[in-house]
């Protein structure tokens, strides 16, 4: 079921899928219909029987995007839900979560892919962290991860704690558990 007509490729996949991208006229690179546009579809991945939105944006970053990577959403005016420019480096800041589905090579600079915006999906826990209880909430971590949500912070770290949570997770890490996957139901609101 899509919230528009049929998806324009498949989860896992890319608008080009691999063939090269025109890049000589950046305004008209091909697929900007499909910017921003959300699909509904089944969770075909972990069996929950749920329902995933993903959205079509665009990787504006010179790096390849991964998948289970936060992402850091364009800060060009009216880009925010259609584009984004790379992995996120800063905690608990507004984020997106690649599609755990991409292709190992990831997704190339100019590219469409979907990231999912509700529903269960696979995230990666940070190098060196803390544990992440079963049903806490998750926000972005640096270097394209996750960690708990910390709501112990005082003005600004609280805020952007509270404000850009990615989600909560369905399963449990310890402390020990470092650049883990970790099952969460993404939940942004935005």
């Known amino acids: 079921m899509a919230r528009f007509e049929e998806p324009p490729f498949s989860r ?3 608008y080009f899928g691999g063939s090269a991208i025109p890049t000589t006229d950046l305004t008209n690179i091909g697929g900007e219909q499909y910017e ?7 969770d075909d991945f972990h069996g929950s029987g749920a329902h995933l939105t993903l959205r079509v944006v665009r990787n504006m970053s010179a790096t390849a ?19 984004v420019n790379g992995v996120q480096t800063v905690n608990a800041a507004l ?3 690649a599609d755990e589905k991409l292709p190992a090579a990831g997704v190339p600079q100019y590219d469409l892919f979907y990231v999912v915006m509700e529903g269960p999906t696979l995230v990666t826990s940070p190098i060196a962290g803390s544990a992440i209880p079963i049903l806490s909430g998750v926000v972005a971590a640096s270097t394209g991860k996750v960690a708990v949500q910390d709501l112990s912070g005082a003005t600004s770290a ?3 704690n509270l404000q850009n949570s990615l989600g909560r997770a369905l399963e449990a890490l310890t402390a020990g558990q470092t650049a883990t996957d970790v099952l969460i139901y ?3 609101k935005w």
């Open 186 to 188: 993404a939940n942004i």
């Open 36 to 42: 921003g546009r959300e699909y509904m579809t089944e």
């Open 12 to 14: 896992g996949e890319t």
């Open 95 to 97: 984020s997106y979560i």
């Open 158 to 160: 609280l805020g952007g």
């Open 65 to 83: 995007v991964l998948a289970k990577q936060t992402l850091i959403p364009s800060s060009v005016a009216d880009m925010a839900h259609r584009r």
